[in-house]
């Protein structure tokens, strides 16, 4: 009898690993209404300046919501909808006010083979319509390869463009080698042009786009309120999902080192550290699957400013991070339950609003 | 370990005997897995037993083997709304995956092939081009 229940010990322990729930607690100090509906997956989201939103639906419908009304804008260009690819991330010029620049990523078939990989591209928006349309950057080659598209896009306080790219499911391939796309973030001048002072635009067949590299797939990014760094967190294998402060030519280690595992429990590497390469600020074990990334830099939340939020897809919440020396000291769970957390942003009126999959995108409120 | 093995072993020799009559059949499993790790394991995983309340089960899943026509406009146009897995009710939709017909057949006859799982009934390119939104 006893040699048989032993058999159940390594079976019991199996079965608690793909059952793992992470163990942040759950803060119901907050409510929320429900501001936009009906949609799919809010892959991206911004507030043009008259306060009205532009909301890219990932399947390819990129929606002006405006007065209650959703209209959708025409001249989108055809997205490759597969997999996780499809119409991803939006962002305003620093300057938009002035000169109408509005940024989008999507999974794009431009170029030879089968296939897809991310574009960016920028358009200005006139009576519902893009216009003035630039590819400023598709990444090579074509893939049927439905993982990693990355795509986040934020603008630095001097103005330079950040974009991320998922390494598309090439994970021996693309991430450790500069002189292919894919498992990066590059920085770009906002008219698509490579900064002179790129950390490669001197390294012979490098991707001059390329800022940092090693990366998985980065799914949030945004600028920090008061350093003025770019923060990006991405998608790492079982266990392994990491938040970063991205660095000129830094390499952030995948796949050589990684805190993850394979999705079947085995493993790829034995190293969480190597020299030369980055460690996260913050790693997450069990993954949570994160999308979307903003910081709280109001005053609309009593004790939250300066507060990291963090989407979780997996688990379905907001986490709330509790940065303290350079370190992630507390988690909560906000909005826990409501579905899967595709992307945060800060609106212009300093509250919260999230982009959540099959619901909508609702708004942070703090408990009355 | 020797029963562990000769479980194994059994479930192996259990794998062959099912797709030996039909190699069109074990082709198609075989390209369904390449797909399966691509677009589906990440929530699904690999053991096919899915994240309890979030992502329903696979296998052993009376949805998938029930519903042949259901499950394959599943994959093909994404779903959403609740359904019923093994007497468990799920809320979370699917997006559409953006796969072909060819490969929509593969996966299909991989996962209920894969795990406990067992169809001889082939899914063809055909049944799944006739099927609609």
Redesign the interface.
């Known amino acids: 009898m006893i040699p048989k229940l032993l058999?159940l010990i390594p079976l019991t322990f199996f079965s608690f690993i793909?059952?793992a729930q992470d163990k942040n607690p759950v803060n119901t100090n907050h409510d929320y209404e429900v501001v936009v509906t009906d949609l799919?997956?809010p892959w991206g989201f911004v507030f043009l300046p008259d306060n009205s939103m532009l909301i890219n639906e990932?399947?390819g419908q990129m929606i002006h919501f405006i007065d209650g009304k959703k209209t959708l804008i025409e001249g989108v260009p055809e997205v490759?909808?597969?997999?996780q690819?499809g119409l991803m991330d939006l962002a305003l010029h620093p300057n938009y006010k002035e000169n109408g620049w509005l940024y989008f990523t999507y999974a794009s078939t431009e170029g030879e083979g089968d296939g897809g990989n991310t574009a960016l591209m920028r358009a200005k928006l006139k009576d519902s319509k893009l216009v003035e349309k630039q590819l400023l950057y598709k990444a090579t080659p074509n893939t049927t390869?439905?993982?990693h598209f990355g795509s986040r896009i934020v603008f630095d306080n001097e103005g330079y463009l950040y974009f991320t790219i998922g390494e598309r499911?090439e994970r021996d391939v693309n991430p450790q080698d500069i002189t292919r796309d894919g498992g990066k973030v590059y920085r770009l001048n906002d008219d698509g042009s490579i900064p002179d002072d790129n950390p490669f635009v001197n390294k012979p067949n490098a991707k001059k786009a390329i800022y940092s590299y090693g990366h998985r797939n980065q799914q949030g990014m945004v600028v920090h309120p008061t350093t003025g760094e770019v923060w990006t967190h991405e998608h790492g294998p079982r266990g392994g999902d990491e938040i970063n402060i991205v660095k000129a030519g830094a390499n952030y280690g995948w796949p050589v080192i990684s805190y993850g595992i394979n999705?079947?429990?085995t493993k790829f590497t034995d190293k969480t550290a190597q020299e030369g390469m980055e460690q996260p600020l913050h790693y997450w074990d069990p993954s949570i699957?994160p999308s979307g990334m903003a910081f709280i830099t109001s005053d609309k939340y009593p004790g939250w400013k300066g507060d990291l939020l963090v989407g979780s897809l997996?688990f379905?919440y907001v986490d709330k991070c509790v940065l303290k020396d350079g370190k992630v000291v507390k988690e909560e769970r906000l909005l826990d339950g409501l579905?899967?957390v595709r992307t945060i942003n800060e609106g212009p009126d300093g509250y919260i609003y999230v982009g959540i999959?099959?619901l909508g995108i609702v708004k942070l409120l703090p408990k009355k | 370990m020797l029963?562990?093995l000769i479980l194994f072993l059994s479930m192996l020799s259990c794998n062959n005997s099912k797709t030996k009559q039909n190699p069109q059949l074990k082709k198609s499993i075989e390209r369904g897995a390449t797909v399966y790790e691509?677009?589906c394991?990440?929530c699904h995983?690999?053991?096919g037993?899915g994240?309890?309340q979030?992502y329903p089960p696979l296998d052993n899943s009376d949805y998938l083997m029930n519903k042949r026509k259901e499950s394959i406009k599943a994959i093909k146009y994404g779903m959403?709304g609740e359904i019923i897995v093994n007497g468990k009710t799920y809320n979370?939709?699917m997006?559409?995956?953006?796969?072909t017909d060819a490969e929509v057949a593969d996966v299909m006859n991989y996962i209920t092939n894969a795990w406990s799982n067992k169809n001889l009934n082939m899914v063809t390119v055909n049944e799944v081009s006739k099927i609609q939104p």
């Open positions: 058999y793909t059952c799919k997956i990932k399947e490759y909808n597969r997999g690819g390869k439905g993982q499911g999705y079947s429990g699957a997996k379905q579905g899967r999959e099959n | 029963p562990i691509d677009f394991m990440q995983l690999p053991d037993k994240v309890p979030t959403s979370t939709a997006a559409p995956l953006g796969l």
